[in-house]
């Protein structure tokens, strides 16, 4: 067996956690290339390496003395490395970055950093062949990922090597600049791994003993999803599960390598497997619910906007002229409603309404805020009947308001709009009426 093993920063945190991750890693042969991410969070009041840098990079922009935010990030590294007994001096290291960040070298090289020099703890705690990503994951000059290139390179470096740590999130553009994947895109760099090395599986270990049926920070101890198939990741972990990033089945989906979610702090528990396709029937109706904060909605309406040929694109031309992407747009026979991140759109309000007043001469444009989206998810709702019907209803039971519901044509997810003060309320009243109701 060739697995791919790629550890979170929940994983990596401390000297302890390094050494649980030196266990699962020695308990099994196969496991011959690690991802790992930077160190994250020790306990729930702490600061990810992540976060420590960009913060550093920003002062060292901003013209301040950054000197001792380094030497906090680089204590973090220290107090590691100390535990594990290792003989490794990261100073040089960290004089480079210092230089580089005095020079402005970018947020993207700043905030890789993390992973690159827990690369290195990693290689030398293991006696693993270290392989900087910047040379290995390329993007573009516009910083777009270059799969096929990527592979190829990959591949090659791989091929001749019994071991390799590879660190996440990161890679280069063709000259040399580094780019990093949006947040959690550590889990990116373990999928291309196993694509590169053709694994027999994906492992991908965290804090979590596997995907959970919904967030473990709104509902208490939530059941374990035991398989799910890379579509409903998807739905999933872009609404919001972040325990794996929603883009890292892209890599996978060509060989169809299964990813198996599990728990660095209970390797003996099953996890979840992440498979292609399954033909298991998944224990609840549902698989999974996920949701975002966060979102802003607008109304067209005008009489007959149904006869108007071209109306639809018209009124998404104006999104797209203020370069704002939409997230949903459930219609009627006279309306028509536009979901945007809030954040997003606040800046470009006047704009969009103007816009597209002057594109579709509409009766009233009408505006909320503060909303919120949530997925409920599942291949098992194709088969069964009234799945929106007890949501309405349970969602009803708990006095909470629905602005929006839109069943995709997949019949794979139902998606919900409430007001962003009921989201918890809404994602719990789902759990009950499908998971704890039928356990
Ligand atoms: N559906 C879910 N299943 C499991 N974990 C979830 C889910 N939704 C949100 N989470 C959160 O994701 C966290 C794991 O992701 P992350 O913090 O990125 O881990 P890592 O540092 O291992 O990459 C969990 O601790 C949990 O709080
Ligand atoms: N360290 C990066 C990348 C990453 O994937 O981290 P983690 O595996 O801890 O989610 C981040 O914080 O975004």
């Not at 109304?299 to 704002?324: A, C, P, W």
Request: aromatic share 8%.
């Amino acid at each position: 067996m060739k697995k791919v093993v790629k550890f979170g920063g929940s994983s990596l945190a401390s000297a302890e956690q390094f050494k649980k991750v030196g266990d699962i890693i020695r308990a099994d042969e196969g496991r011959r290339y690690v991802v790992p991410s930077a160190p994250g969070k020790r306990n729930s009041a702490d600061t990810k390496v992540t976060d420590m840098l960009y913060d550093c990079y920003r002062t060292a922009v901003a013209g301040r003395d950054f000197k001792k935010k380094l030497q906090n990030i680089k204590a973090r590294y220290q107090e590691i490395i100390d535990g594990l007994n290792l003989s490794l001096d990261l100073s040089p290291e960290f004089e480079k970055i210092a230089e580089n960040f005095a020079a402005a070298a970018g947020e993207d090289y700043a905030a890789s950093r993390g992973e690159y020099l827990n690369g290195i703890v990693m290689a030398n705690y293991l006696g693993y062949t270290y392989i900087d990503s910047a040379e290995v994951i390329c993007f573009d000059e516009n910083g777009n990922f270059l799969a096929d290139k990527t592979d190829e390179v990959l591949s090659e470096r791989l091929k001749d090597l019994d071991n390799a740590v590879v660190p996440g999130f990161y890679g280069a553009k063709p000259d040399g600049s580094v780019k990093t994947f949006s947040r959690g895109g550590s889990d990116i760099t373990g999928s291309i791994v196993a694509k590169a090395v053709h694994a027999d599986i994906y492992e991908n270990w965290t804090d979590v003993s596997g995907f959970l049926v919904t967030d473990p920070r709104i509902v208490k101890d939530p059941e374990v999803i035991s398989t799910i198939t890379y579509r409903e990741l998807r739905e999933l972990s872009y609404m919001g599960a972040t325990v794996l990033h929603e883009d890292s089945i892209f890599p996978l989906r060509q060989e169809g390598i299964p990813i198996h979610v599990l728990n660095t702090n209970a390797p003996q528990d099953p996890g979840t497997m992440i498979v292609e396709n399954t033909c298991s029937k998944p224990k609840f109706t549902i698989t999974g619910i996920a949701g975002k904060k966060g979102f802003a909605s607008i109304t067209v309406e005008k009489s007959m906007m149904n006869t108007e040929i071209g109306f639809g694109r018209k009124v998404l031309g104006v999104f797209e002229d203020n370069n704002l992407s939409f997230e949903h747009m459930p219609s009627g026979i006279d309306t028509m409603t536009v979901f945007v991140h809030q954040n997003e759109f606040a800046e470009k309000e006047q704009q969009v309404i103007a816009g597209l007043h002057r594109a579709v001469q509409p009766d009233s444009i009408d505006l909320e805020s503060d909303l919120a989206l949530i997925a409920v998810v599942g291949r098992g709702m194709r088969r069964t009947r009234g799945t929106a019907g007890r949501i309405f209803s349970a969602l009803a039971h708990a006095h909470v308001n629905v602005k929006m519901i839109d069943q995709g044509s997949s019949e794979l997810n139902i998606i919900i709009g409430v007001e962003n003060r009921d989201f918890e309320t809404a994602i719990k009243a789902i759990y009950d009426i499908f998971v704890v109701a039928q356990i």
